[in-house]
C-alpha cells in the first residue's frame, strides 16, 4: 500500500502562486508515474498534470500551461506541483495521484491506483 499525502494548499489572490507538494510513503516506486487532478464544487474531477517515472515527460491540461509546472524528486519520494499566476476558477480540492507502470494517456483518463486526501487551494478574485 502506498499512501499519498498533500500539502501547500491555501488561499491566495488572483495572480499569486502556490507550490503543492504530495510526499508518498509505503512501498513506493520510482516507477511509479505521478500527477494531479482537482475537482471545484459541482463538477467532475479532472486531470491537471502528470509526470512520468524518469521525470522526462511532462503532461499538463491545456488550462495550467505555461502557469503550472510539475516535478519529481524519486529520492525524497515528492512530487511538486508549482502554480503560478493563479486564477479564481484554478479554486478546487487539489488530489496527488499516483500510477503503476501506466501509460500517460491511461494516467490522464483517469487509470489510477492511489490517490492523496486532498488539499484545498482557494483564489480570490
Known amino acids: 500500500q502506498v499512501q499519498l499525502v498533500e500539502s501547500g494548499g491555501g488561499l491566495v489572490q488572483a495572480g499569486g502562486s502556490l507550490r503543492l507538494s504530495c510526499a508518498a510513503s509505503g512501498r513506493t516506486f520510482s516507477s511509479y508515474a505521478m500527477g494531479w487532478f482537482r475537482q471545484a464544487p459541482g463538477k467532475e474531477r479532472e486531470f491537471v498534470a502528470a509526470i512520468s517515472w524518469s521525470g522526462g515527460n511532462l503532461y499538463y491540461v491545456d488550462s495550467v500551461k505555461g502557469r503550472f509546472t510539475i516535478s519529481r524528486d524519486n529520492a525524497k519520494n515528492t512530487v511538486y506541483l508549482q502554480m503560478n499566476s493563479l486564477k479564481p476558477e484554478d479554486t478546487a480540492v487539489y488530489y496527488c495521484?499516483?500510477?503503476?507502470?501506466?501509460?500517460?494517456?491511461?494516467?490522464?483518463?483517469?487509470?489510477?491506483?492511489?490517490w492523496g486526501q486532498g488539499t484545498q487551494v482557494t483564489v480570490s478574485s
Open positions: 495521484a499516483a500510477g503503476v507502470h501506466v501509460t500517460m494517456a491511461r494516467f490522464t483518463n483517469g487509470e489510477i491506483d492511489y
